[in-house]
């Protein structure tokens, strides 16, 4: 089954950091582009950062350029987000999204970042 | 950055009649739309792409239409599964994206 999973959200103070983790299953991670894309309460999706299969090209949305840095490790199949200086307007279900063989077509079940004082 | 506008907000019917909701966007994006559904507590998924194109799995009450600016979703027949939210989402400036703000479909 394909599947993908993240962990690492949580409550933190505003300029705080976390780093979001994805775990994939049920496919070769390595030969994927993927992407974060978040969801503000009561929002659409907001597509947050892309990266290539082999983790050569980057591209960061600019309300999180300079702030946040995606990563991959295709040996242990596993999708990165470090997010540095957090602020209110971060706060969000963060999904970690696969292009396997449509664009966005595998989704995680998301993981939920709230920054407040 | 490209602009799409969902309309309506809300759309109200009941079970068996058609749904047809709309998706503008600020500048030509030739047909890289795609249609996503997300339901409570889930994420979304992919209904359509490239326009007019169903994901795999998705029931054949699904299409989908246009090219340039103007995009419409239609589900022939509503069924009680399908109330959900629907959001447009383009891919024009790869991978640069964008999303609608979505369009309720509720009873």
């Known amino acids: 089954e394909v599947q993908l999973v993240e962990s690492g959200g949580g409550l933190v103070q505003p300029g705080e950091s976390l780093r979001l983790s994805c775990a994939a299953s049920?496919?070769?991670?390595?030969?994927?582009?993927m992407n974060w894309v978040r969801q503000a309460p009561g929002k659409g999706p907001e597509w947050v950062s892309y990266i290539s299969s082999s983790g050569t090209i980057i591209h960061y949305a600019d309300s999180v350029k300079g702030r946040f840095t995606i990563s991959r490790d295709n040996a242990k199949n596993s999708l990165y987000l470090q997010m540095k200086s957090l602020r209110a307007d971060d706060t969000a279900v963060y999904y970690c999204?696969?292009?396997?063989?449509?664009?966005?077509?595998?989704w995680g079940t998301g993981t939920t970042v709230t920054v407040s004082s | 950055e490209i602009v799409l506008t969902q309309s309506p907000a809300t759309l109200s019917l009941s079970p068996g009649e058609r749904a047809t909701l709309s998706c503008r966007a600020s500048?030509?994006?030739?047909?890289?739309l795609a249609w996503f559904q997300q339901k409570p507590g889930q994420a979304p998924r992919v209904l359509i792409y490239e326009a007019s194109n169903r994901a795999i799995g998705i029931p054949a009450r699904f299409s989908g239409s246009g090219s340039g600016t103007d995009f419409t979703l239609t589900i022939s027949t509503v069924e009680p599964e399908d109330f959900a939210v629907y959001y447009c989402h383009q891919r024009s400036n790869w991978p640069r994206s964008t999303f609608g703000q979505g369009t309720k479909l509720e009873i």
């Open positions: 049920g496919f070769t991670f390595s030969s994927h582009e």
């Open positions: 500048q030509s994006i030739s047909t890289s």
């Open positions: 999204v696969a292009t396997r063989l449509i664009d966005m077509d595998v």
